[in-house]
């Protein structure tokens, strides 16, 4: 690494702090461009804490960035030059004392901080961003997250610009103040990390609810928003008070103070942040109505929602030691709110559609330049690892300790996580430690998911035995190397197991020695082989394996064209129902991408596939979104990650190619399908009319798939006269790929009726972006200079070059590199403004060796042209120049 380069820091680096801050008292006087805080640090030194000893009095070293240093003083007294020193990462204190208060005075402009991290402005509102390292941007502290203390705020404004003021905790005092200002004072109880510290000044509007605890407790409940946007909170407060009931009923974590605030802002790097008691959200993820919002925005928000109000006990009340530890409250988190939102919903559904987004950005993480483990173990720009990984990788190894320990088993290890650590920042060792303890159940080989980088690779054989009615299932594991670790172990893997017969019904599984025998169990593959033996199998079974995707494995199993039509249509868990037509899909596809490379017709679907789409089809015993996305085809980026080397063009053309040979094979009963999904009744946010539209839409998808007039008018009807964004963005995702004149049409009769309402233009720019027609790039390009985008808006940002650059590998793949030097021209000029937002542009260029090399030399150009241009953040930089390795 060069040496101007950003340094590593290392998780076997870690120290404790050297000195504790017990309490923090914060004073902000507001004004958009030179705020002034004042902060009172009551600071102890940790080593004579009991059971410590006095080792000296070390140099204190506080965060600092981007901050001007008014004035400082140590108990009362200003401090002398030669006693601290400054520079533009930190304020470096000599202590004399082991407890003292230190009281420092900065000064921050708010309105041209356009990274936004620490306080910033969005539409006129102040608002903070302190996750990760925000909190340095404000005043000059020791931001990490096991410095844990007790905050009391100030806050003072001007009361007609700002008459909200609002932070984390309790509202303890308010009053007016000379000039037309106010103020209020806050106090949380909760010791908590700086990351968890938040402020919101604005003119806001506030919706109100309450909420009982089950102790009887009222809790005030509050969402503020933009005036104007308050019938379009229904929704997010429903969600909200569902999950704070599941919490009680399902965890026993009832809520801990009398006020719950979510804020939300237009300007924001992330989805939400659970700051205490003060959750401040992107607008797009808690605002809904039927005429902005679809489906899918009604799910993300009842999740989003219920995510950062279950932080409230799974990252605040407990919080991770140290940054590489973030699995630790977010992969638990996303496991609560999957949990949560499966209950609220179709449970096989979430399942499926969870599995897809692991697939979709976790596997080709692991799969990488950047592939990480779920536990880092160094890391340049903490920021950079808010991934996949962390997240849904995490959640999935919780889901695994809960299915190795059972429900009833990890329910007591939860109970005794909390009763040990409660108030304290801990890691994963502790979580599993707690899990462990609470069962009995041995977990140090499982915390290799924890270590290890890679998708693990589960090979499946078969032997049955007609002499003795024995089967045979031989399990292998492979853990493929990754940057900077080969030579892996095997893992502990959990893989959920059924036997079914002809008629598909599960088979008694019995083993040498057991008297009566399940009719699924969890086989735990420890060894890079092993093999399991049943007993008493008349027939020869189908394997249903990995069952509700048990482990998040890549899995290979033959299964006989017989097994796969049990499988597929009678298989009781629907997850491998769904999993058996996807492999069953992707093959057929795969073979003709061979096909076409060779110079060969494609063939068209054969007979038994069709067959399997019009028994789903009209299998009604189902739910409309389980047929839904049981009739969806593999993407083009799964597919794409099947392929040694990537075809782009062949891909996309057999995908259409068969889309259009099964939209002509079932046709009339696709038609029959779109016509009774319809409905007269009004638009209902509920998971059972979401799938109706869900099956609706699929439906319309494949009968548009030829472009044929009368097909394409029913698209056009659609968007037309529905009365909900569900349908309206469905019909209009189908015209956004034709080039019917009716496309220009509906696309700017689109964008003019809803041109002030920046959630619902996003939708609009993303479908520009997604569209597959030639001239898409310069069009994306066109319209970074339209009205409605702006580079400094992160949602934008995602909305325009993000969608176009990870959503439509057709045209940013194009074999001129023209895609690739736009988005690397994009990340450069972006990372002036918000270095947080560009490092997440990189990921679909460090992809290069999955692809031909005239690509691959492309790619890599367009990366090392971003580190030619110099003086890059080290977020962007990190991701660039490991992408390059």
């Not at 990252?315 to 991770?320: A, E, I, L, M």
């Not at 890391?379 to 990984?389: D, G, K, L, P, S």
């Not at 959920?496 to 598909?504: F, Y």
């Not at 995707?549 to 997850?575: G, W, Y």
Request: hydrophobic share 40%; glycine share 6%; with cysteine.
């Amino acid at each position: 690494m060069d040496a101007a380069a950003p340094q590593a820091i290392h998780l076997e680096a870690y120290r404790a702090p050297d000195y504790r801050i017990a309490k923090v008292a914060l004073e902000f006087d507001l004004e958009p461009e030179a705020t002034r805080v004042r902060s009172w640090l009551n600071v102890e030194y940790a080593a004579l804490a009991p059971g410590g000893g006095d080792v000296g009095w070390p140099m204190l070293r506080l965060d600092g960035d981007d901050l001007k240093l008014i004035s400082i003083a140590l108990d009362g007294v200003p401090l002398a030059p030669e006693r601290y020193s400054l520079d533009d990462k930190a304020l470096t204190i000599e202590v004399t004392d082991p407890n003292f208060e230190l009281e420092i005075e900065t000064e921050i402009n708010p309105k041209a901080n356009t990274r936004l991290e620490g306080l910033y402005i969005s539409s006129g509102t102040f608002c903070t961003q302190c996750e990760a390292e925000g909190f340095r941007r404000i005043t000059f502290f020791p931001d990490r997250p096991d410095v844990m203390s007790v905050f009391e705020v100030t806050l003072k404004a001007d009361k007609a610009l700002y008459p909200v003021l609002l932070s984390n905790g309790n509202l303890v005092e308010s009053g007016d103040l000379p000039d037309g200002r106010h103020w209020t004072r806050w106090e949380d109880p909760f010791p908590k990390p700086a990351y968890l510290f938040a402020v919101v000044a604005g003119d806001l509007a506030c919706v109100e609810d309450s909420f009982t605890t089950a102790s009887g407790r009222e809790v005030s409940l509050r969402i503020f928003v933009e005036h104007g946007n308050e019938s379009r909170c229904s929704y997010g407060m429903d969600s909200l008070k569902r999950a704070m009931r599941w919490d009680e009923e399902r965890f026993g974590l009832e809520y801990d103070l009398d006020l719950f605030n979510i804020v939300a802002v237009s300007d924001f790097n992330m989805g939400a942040m659970e700051n205490k008691s003060l959750n401040v959200f992107n607008s797009k993820c808690v605002l809904a109505d039927p005429d902005t919002a679809t489906d899918a925005d009604y799910a993300s928000i009842e999740g989003i929602v219920a995510h950062e109000y279950f932080h409230n006990w799974t990252g605040n009340r407990v919080t991770c030691r140290d940054w590489f530890q973030l699995s630790l409250k977010e992969g638990l988190t996303v496991f609560r709110d999957q949990e949560f939102s499966a209950d609220m919903r179709s449970a096989p559904v979430k399942r499926i559609q969870d599995v897809r987004i692991l697939r979709a950005r976790q596997f080709p993480e692991d799969g990488g330049p950047t592939a990480h483990p779920v536990r880092p173990a160094s890391y340049i720009e903490i920021n950079n690892f808010y991934t996949a990984t962390v997240y849904d990788k995490g959640a999935e190894v919780i889901r695994m300790m809960q299915g190795l320990l059972g429900r009833e088993g990890f329910r007591k290890g939860m109970d005794l996580y909390f009763e040990r650590h409660d108030g304290q920042a801990v890691t994963c060792d502790d979580f599993a430690a707690a899990m462990s303890d609470a069962t009995g159940v041995d977990l140090s080989q499982f915390k290799l998911w924890y270590s290890q980088a890679g998708t693990p690779k589960v090979s499946v054989e078969s032997n049955y035995n007609a002499a003795d009615s024995s089967f045979e299932l031989t399990l292998s594991q492979e853990v493929p190397e990754t940057p900077g670790q080969s030579g892996k172990k095997p893992m502990h893997i959990p893989l959920e197991l059924a036997l079914l017969d002809s008629a598909g019904q599960p088979l008694p599984l019995q083993v040498a020695g057991e008297r009566g025998a399940p009719e699924s169990r969890v086989l735990e593959l420890r060894e890079g082989s092993q093999t399991f033996r049943f007993e008493n199998l008349k027939t020869a079974p189908a394997v249903s394996i990995n069952r509700s995707f048990s482990a998040p494995v890549n899995l290979s199993i033959e299964h006989s064209p017989e097994a796969r039509a049990v499988l597929m249509a009678h298989d009781s868990d629907s997850f491998n129902r769904w999993e058996t037509g996807q492999q069953y899909a992707t093959r057929l596809l795969l073979d003709a991408v061979a096909q076409r490379q060779k110079g060969l017709e494609v063939p068209p679907a054969p007979d038994g596939f069709i067959a399997a789409l019009k028994t789903t089809l009209k299998d009604e015993t189902q739910d409309a979104a389980f047929r839904a996305l049981a009739l969806t085809l593999p993407t083009e980026a799964f597919l794409a990650d099947q392929m040694a080397v990537v075809d782009v063009e062949g891909i996309h053309t057999v995908r259409e190619a068969m889309r259009r040979n099964i939209a002509k094979e079932l046709g009339e009963d696709l038609l029959a399908t779109y016509r009774s999904m319809q409905t007269n009744t009004p638009f209902e946010p509920t998971a059972e009319a979401a799938g109706r539209r869900a099956l609706k839409n699929v439906a319309l998808a494949y009968l548009t798939a030829s472009h044929e007039p009368k097909m394409l008018e029913l698209a056009v009807a659609q968007s037309r006269n529905t009365d909900n964004m569900t349908d309206r963005m469905a019909a209009l995702s189908l015209l956004t790929d034709t080039d019917a004149p009716a496309r220009e049409v509906c696309l700017e009769a689109f964008y003019q009726r809803y041109k002030d309402d920046a959630l619902v233009v996003d939708k609009w720019l993303s479908l520009e972006a997604m569209s597959v027609l030639p001239g898409t790039l310069k069009r994306v390009e066109d319209l970074l200079q339209h009205e409605a985008f702006s580079l400094t808006n992160p949602n934008k940002v995602r909305a325009l070059i993000g969608v176009f650059a990870a959503g439509n590998p057709l045209c940013f793949h194009q074999a001129d590199g023209s895609g690739y030097r736009f988005l690397a021209e994009r990340i450069v000029e972006l990372d002036r403004i918000n270095p947080q937002a560009a490092a997440r542009l990189v990921a679909p260029l460090g992809r290069w060796s999955r692809y031909d090399a005239g690509r691959q030399n492309l790619m890599r150009a367009a990366l090392e042209s971003i580190l030619a241009a110099g003086e890059l953040s080290p977020d962007v930089y990190e991701l660039t120049s490991k992408s390059l390795t």
